[in-house]
């Protein structure tokens, strides 16, 4: 089954192309079944690309999925389009009084912040405190997923001496996790931060599941299951050339950047990069949304009672 998104939205046409079922407004209420709602809080700059990226893997799955685009109240976006925001995303202030099977929160580039230095710390923490009663199953992703395991557990993300940038092999640190199902020993993930969150720390925490970690770059996948959230850190859902374009935006910009990391083929930028990480990113978000699927309520106000 396809993904649901309005025809006009800059994701419809290029999933189209890529082969992704998509459906629009007048042909998803012709099927006679309850789509998923799933929620997506977009807290990037380039807010297209990275609908682009969620709307790919959660289109994939053999579920039918509406997809709601999200921001924060009144942070004003200066890399999208006014006219784009007003089409297509709607204030968190719109939908306290909604429920959602799945909400997404994304990564932001405010790592050098603290939590409570961030202008809309107060609006997303009332987000996240929200979900709990409004929401089946949170995945935070990346500055969001640290803002999260935060939030609810006070662990603390920490400043690194330099940037973790590069494609890391992690271990399945869970193999009979239904999150992690049809996952290899290892996988490759990209990686694009200034800060870090420390396995011991994590581990301290009761309740709290590393599924996916590495020895270099530190934890990347955490459950949570009282809080019916999933945390990684790093960035499955990229595309191949994400690293690339931060890369040659440092460079040009005259910033000190050291090349990503097992990334380029001979780690040589005049190279295309390789994508290894896709599939492992589709098994992740389909068993997500299968985990959604098989748990949450049928009617929608049973959400979060």
């Given at each position: 089954m396809p993904i649901k998104l309005p025809s006009d939205l800059p994701a419809y046409d290029v999933l189209t192309r890529e082969g992704v079922m998509v459906l629009d407004e007048h042909q998803a209420a012709t099927q006679d079944i309850r789509p998923l709602r799933i929620a997506l809080l977009n807290l990037m700059p380039k807010k297209i690309q990275t609908e682009n990226q969620f709307a790919r893997l959660i289109g994939a799955t053999p579920l039918q999925i509406e997809l709601n685009l999200l921001r924060m109240s009144d942070h004003q976006s200066r890399n999208t389009a006014a006219d784009h925001l007003e089409s297509?995303?709607?204030?968190?202030?719109?939908?306290?009084?909604?429920?959602?099977?799945?909400?997404?929160?994304?990564?932001?580039?405010?790592?050098?912040?603290?939590?409570?230095?961030?202008?809309?710390?107060?609006?997303?923490?009332?987000?996240?405190d929200w979900t709990q009663t409004h929401v089946h199953s949170t995945f935070g992703v990346c500055w969001g997923g640290m803002a999260m395991i935060n939030h609810f557990h006070n662990v603390p993300k920490h400043l690194l001496s330099h940037k973790a940038f590069g494609c890391f092999r992690h271990q399945n640190l869970a193999p009979s996790s239904p999150y992690l199902r049809g996952f290899s020993d290892d996988?490759?993930?990209?990686?694009?931060?200034?800060?870090?969150?420390?396995?011991?720390?994590?581990?301290?925490?009761?309740?709290?599941?590393?599924?996916?970690?590495?020895?270099?770059?530190?934890?990347?996948l955490v459950e949570d299951p009282a809080h019916r959230a999933l945390y990684i850190f790093n960035h499955l859902e990229y595309d191949r050339d994400t690293l690339k374009d931060e890369y040659d935006r440092d460079v040009e910009a005259g910033i000190a950047i050291n090349v990503p990391c097992n990334y380029y083929p001979q780690d040589d930028p005049s190279k295309v990069p390789l994508n290894r990480w896709r599939s492992h990113a589709h098994l992740l978000y389909g068993n997500w949304i299968n985990e959604i699927y098989q748990s949450t309520p049928y009617d929608l106000n049973d959400i979060g009672t």
């Open positions: 297509f995303y709607r204030p968190v202030e719109d939908i306290w009084d909604e429920k959602f099977d799945g909400l997404i929160i994304t990564g932001a580039p405010i790592e050098h912040l603290d939590f409570s230095d961030v202008t809309y710390w107060d609006e997303l923490a009332r987000v996240m996988c490759v993930v990209p990686v694009s931060r200034w800060t870090e969150m420390r396995r011991a720390e994590v581990e301290a925490v009761p309740g709290l599941n590393i599924l996916l970690g590495s020895d270099e770059v530190g934890p990347c």
